[in-house]
């Protein structure tokens, strides 16, 4: 099984939107260098503004970069069921351990539809699959009921739930306790510390693009049972995550608050506008947060 802290790593552009895979290699190297595994094309890697190739490059170029130092997963989820297998396909071959799909986008699903689309999906990879639960952005919720089933299947090894709410994390976590065989991957922040504490396999962190150290020190902390160092940096981690979001667009604030610290990464592709009163909070927060590793 796969565990520890991941983050879900930025992709940076050029000043024509264009991918920059020579910025994304030293994003790479920093988070290796702090211990944190890497998930690519995700949320904060703007998977919503990439097309199908730059998807499969991005999950290339991450696993060269990472040359084994750390694990990669790659975000594969697309709204249509052959469109996440098309892709799955392709990046299945490129050396990532493991891969992860959102739930379906403006398609209103039940909850037969999301099993169906997972289930067909997971037959059709070699590379293990986990669920990927964001209802607010994606308007479908993957049901703990439907997770449990989904469980069953040999190929999908467990969850990142992204939902936002202790409530919904503790449901899957209660999932997981039932099983050796099915993990769960935190999604908010806020609940690393939380999730850990419950049995969580690790987490994939958005503000671990800013504070790689700060998040790796959580997870090395409780693995250490030195819950008061954890909980410090939980504290800290907690208190960048409510500065930040409340600025904007969760995964806009954590690339422009590193982009201010290392321009080469870039502005998040339009229609993403970043007005000059929150720009200059997001500068404030950078300095405060943002850091170097090694």
Known sequence: MITGPFVAIVTPFDRDEALDLAALRRQVDRQAAAGNG????????EFYALSFEEKVQLAETCVEAAAGRVPVLAHIGEIATGQTIALGRRVERLGVKAVSAI?????????????DHYRRVAD???????????????????????VRALADH?????????????????????IARDRSDFDVLV???SLVLHGLRHG???????????CPVTLNGIHAAFVRDDLAAAEA?????????????????????????????MPEVGRSRGPVLIGEEADRRIAEISRAYVEAVG
């Open 103 to 115: 739930t379906p986008s403006f398609i209103a699903c039940s909850q037969a539809e999301l099993t």
């Open 233 to 261: 940096q939980q504290a800290r981690f907690s208190a960048l995550r409510k500065e930040l979001y409340a600025l904007g667009f969760p995964p806009a604030m954590v690339k422009r608050a590193l982009c201010h610290a």
């Open 124 to 146: 059709a990879l070699s590379v293990p699959l986990y669920l990927y639960n964001i209802p607010a952005r994606t308007g479908n919720t993957l049901e703990p009921d439907t």
């Open 38 to 45: 890497v998930f690519c094309a995700g949320t904060n890697g």
């Open 187 to 189: 999604g908010p922040d």
């Open 200 to 210: 969580a396999a690790g987490c994939i962190s958005g503000l671990g693009n800013v």
């Open 154 to 174: 040999p190929n999908i090894i467990g969850i990142k739930d992204s939902a936002g709410s202790q409530e919904s994390l503790d449901a899957f976590l209660a």
